[in-house]
């Protein structure tokens, strides 16, 4: 029997399982060389993980590793249930709220090396949430200082069932492709739409070549709509069909870029972004030797902790 123990916590709605201790080694390189180890010779644990019937197609996972960067604390790679992310900003808040629940990090700034780049994170003394105030809670309002975000096209046509809409393509920690003029509703009620309309668009990109930079490919679909309570509203599909419960950290970062671009956002200025559950993630950007660093703030909560038990006479001991 293997034994893999797991800490849950979600970030504005949106699921993290955090493995803190790998059954494996992988090696002294980057937290980039240990994602290609972990692609080549070890994907059996990500769908063990993260996969029915131990987990569902929600669930972003998150692999504590070492980093190679000295001037980081931690190292992490996340994944979901069709593989891996570059960067994943409800993940990074989550990452760092269970840190502290674990009594592994304290209040500052802790830096963690993902694949794509280092990540600051601000873990706050305070929270705004009534259940902080009981002193023994753990602090859990957590600011990512994510790497750099950029649009890469803008105003991109894409025809669904002969309709043309049209979106801007941007970096934010993975490939996003931000789309206004949908015309669909973004709420709760309207979800079977919404997924099976982004899903759609995503097909277009494999049949019309449209990528992010050097081919990328683009996994992640952003549908944006005004709302009451926040400077927008969106729904995020993510690249397994599922859609992001939070209002997504490295989706946020890569609107800031738009937003910065089309002259809509000032460095230090607040954007509320709400995601289509309702949760709020705020953010704002610096700019730095003519790049845009985008923060994004949330809060998250532990909500399980447990073993994973893998028996190996299992027929679907590592996944569906
Ligand atoms: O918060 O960056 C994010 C994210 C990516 C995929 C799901 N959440």
Request: net charge negative; charged share 20%; aromatic share 8%.
């Amino acid at each position: 029997m293997i034994r893999i123990p797991f800490l849950d916590s979600h970030t504005g709605g949106e699921p993290t399982r955090l493995i803190t201790s790998l059954p494996f080694d992988l090696g002294t390189g980057s937290v980039a060389d240990k994602l290609s180890m972990l692609k080549k010779n070890h994907d059996d644990l990500r769908r063990t993980v993260l996969l029915e019937p131990r987990g569902s197609d929600v669930l972003v996972g998150a692999y504590l590793v070492p980093p190679a960067d000295p001037t980081c604390q931690f190292g992490v790679i996340y994944f979901n249930n069709v593989g891996y992310l570059g960067m994943c900003g409800h993940g990074t808040i989550g990452l760092i709220a269970s840190l502290a629940y674990l009594g592994k990090v304290q209040p500052g700034v802790i830096r963690v090396e993902t694949p794509v780049g280092v990540v600051e994170a601000t873990l706050h003394r305070g929270s705004s949430s009534e259940a902080y105030r009981a002193p023994t809670h753990y602090p859990n309002k957590v600011s990512v200082q994510n790497i750099p975000a950029y649009r890469h096209l803008t105003h991109v046509p894409v025809t669904v069932d002969g309709k043309t809409i049209h979106g801007d393509v941007a970096w934010g920690g993975n490939w996003f492709f931000l789309c206004h003029d949908h015309g669909l509703e973004v709420n709760i009620q309207n979800l079977e739409s919404l997924t099976d309309f982004a899903w759609r668009i995503r097909e277009q990109f494999t049949a019309n070549g449209i990528t992010g930079a050097n081919g990328a490919e683009i996994d992640h679909v952003e549908l944006f709509a005004s709302t009451p309570e926040a400077d927008s509203k969106s729904f995020v599909l993510c690249p397994g069909k599922a859609y992001d419960r939070s209002p997504c950290g490295t989706g946020t970062s890569a609107k800031l870029a738009c937003l910065y671009g089309d002259g809509k956002l000032q460095a230090g200025q607040i954007w509320k972004q709400q995601s289509v559950v309702g949760s709020i993630f705020e953010g704002s950007i610096q700019i730095q030797d003519n790049r845009i660093i985008p923060t994004i703030t949330g809060e998250a909560w532990v909500m399980s902790e447990g073993m994973i038990l893998v028996d190996e006479r299992d027929p679907f001991g590592s996944g569906i």
